[in-house]
Structure formats: structure tokens, C-alpha cells
């Protein structure tokens, strides 16, 4: 399970694993509850491109949010993985 320490949100850390390019589990670490089951229930099964894709550059505070710091983490666990 690859894990990403969040930058300007209430959630502190995400922890996710990728199997055949789709989101297979992702939870988040502090942040509000509700929402952020909402973000893994729609999210897990998904091919994570279209993830990216759709929750980039979503604004919250700090210009960032909880689905944006979801899609950099998939960011870089695809540069990681083409290393």
C-alpha cells in the first residue's frame, strides 16, 4: 500500500493501492469523515487516469482539497512506477 502525506488539508496522510491501473483501496487519515468515504466509495474500481483527470485542480482551502491531493497522489505513484 503506497502512502502520500498530504499538503494544505485537514487529511494528513492517504493511503492507496493501484492494481492493473485501478484505484483498488484508498483511505484517508484525519480530514471530515463523511466526505472523504464519499471520495473512496467513488473512486475504488476506477482506472486512475480518469481519477486524476476528474478531481485535479478541485479547490477547497490552501488551493488544494482532499480530492485534488487524491489526484497528486496518483500523479506520483505513476512517475514512481515508470522509474
Same mark, same amino acid.
Not at 48 to 57: N, P, S
Given at each position: 500500500m503506497a502512502i502520500y502525506h498530504t499538503k494544505g488539508t485537514c487529511s494528513r496522510e492517504i493511503y492507496f493501492s493501484v492494481e492493473d491501473n485501478k484505484l483498488k483501496d484508498v483511505k484517508f487519515m484525519g480530514g471530515c469523515s463523511g466526505n472523504l468515504?464519499?471520495?473512496?466509495?467513488? $473512486?475504488?474500481? &476506477?482506472?486512475?487516469?480518469?481519477?486524476?483527470? $476528474?478531481? &485535479?485542480?478541485? &479547490? @477547497?482551502?490552501?488551493? $488544494?482539497? @482532499?480530492?485534488d491531493q487524491l489526484a497528486l497522489a496518483l500523479e506520483e505513484y505513476k512517475r514512481n512506477e515508470n522509474k
Open positions: 468515504q464519499g471520495i473512496s466509495r467513488l $473512486t475504488i474500481g &476506477k482506472d486512475i487516469d480518469e481519477i486524476i483527470g $476528474t478531481l &485535479k485542480g478541485i &479547490k @477547497c482551502r490552501n488551493n $488544494t482539497s @482532499c480530492p
